[in-house]
């Protein structure tokens, strides 16, 4: 199993940046990859984001590519979610989310499917105003 937190969320005006960290804890070798989600109040989760953990292969939702960025620092178990030219839309709550299957997917929606994700993190809050 692997323990995760997230931090960075906050409240930014349109057109602003944050940066979200998901620091792993635990069984952090069991990863295959590390990707991030959001929900909206009363919708259903979706994939922002993920990264493979050994190839670095990036995956990213049409409504985020060009705006957000996902990287990984190795040595503190650590993945980032730079997320740049924001929008209310993006107005959510950020789950980071650890899976432990490494294989390459074709599509970004075959990678960003929540169920291959096993572990969750409690969510960090970001709100976008116009």
């Known amino acids: 199993q692997v323990q995760l937190v997230e931090s960075g969320g906050g409240s930014v005006q349109a057109g602003g940046s944050l940066r979200l960290s998901c620091a792993a804890a635990?069984?952090?070798?069991?990863?295959?990859?590390m990707g991030w989600f959001r929900q909206h109040p009363g919708k259903e989760r979706e994939g922002v984001a993920t990264?493979?953990?050994?190839?670095?292969?990036?995956y990213y939702a049409d409504y985020v590519k060009g705006r957000f960025t996902i990287s990984q620092e190795n040595a503190k178990n650590t993945v980032y979610l730079q997320m740049n030219s924001l929008k209310p839309e993006d107005t959510a709550m950020y789950y980071c989310?650890?899976?432990?299957?490494?294989?390459?997917?074709?599509?970004?929606?075959?990678?960003?499917?929540?169920?291959?994700?096993?572990?969750w993190g409690q969510g960090t809050q970001v709100t976008v105003s116009s």
């Open positions: 990264l493979s953990i050994e190839r670095s292969n990036e």
């Open positions: 989310a650890a899976s432990p299957y490494p294989y390459s997917w074709s599509t970004p929606r075959q990678a960003l499917g929540a169920n291959l994700y096993t572990d």
């Open positions: 635990g069984n952090t070798n069991s990863r295959g990859y």
